[in-house]
Nanobody, 119 residues
Framework: QVQLVESGGGLVQAGESLRLSCAASGRTFNMGWFRQAPGKEREFVGAIRWSDAYTIYAGSVKGRFTISRDNAENTGYLQMNNLKPEDTAVYYC???????????????WGQGTQVTVSS
């Protein structure tokens, strides 16, 4: 069983940055990030393959968001720069044996953390 604990959400202004953390207990798996805005479907943000830190990103965040991981701490990070109001959502970290852009790819989910970007 894997437990994921997220932290780092908050309220920022457009153009500012935030870093989300996702601390994983148990085994190390690939880690994905998704977000869900009010009234919208959950969407893929990015993911990292734990073994070699290979990353994939959604087009809407590529170049602004960076995913990394700390093996020693068993923690993943989502660095979000140049935030826009349309980035406002609840952000979820996920973990699983596979790597992909669909939420069904992942087996474990964090509780979510709110990110609000004001204009």
């Amino acid at each position: 069983q894997v437990q994921l604990v997220e932290s780092g959400g908050g309220l920022v202004q457009a153009g500012e940055s935030l870093r989300l953390s996702c601390a994983a207990s148990g085994r190390t798996f690939n880690m994905g990030w998704f977000r869900q805005a009010p009234g919208k479907e959950r969407e893929f943000v990015g993911a990292i393959r734990w073994s070699d830190a290979y990353t994939i990103y959604a087009g809407s965040v590529k170049g602004r968001f960076t995913i990394s991981r700390d093996n020693a701490e068993n923690t993943g990070y989502l660095q979000m720069n140049n935030l826009k109001p349309e980035d406002t959502a609840v952000y979820y970290c996920t973990a699983g044996r596979r790597l992909g852009t669909y939420d069904a790819t992942y087996d474990y989910w964090g509780q979510g953390t709110q990110v609000t970007v004001s204009s």
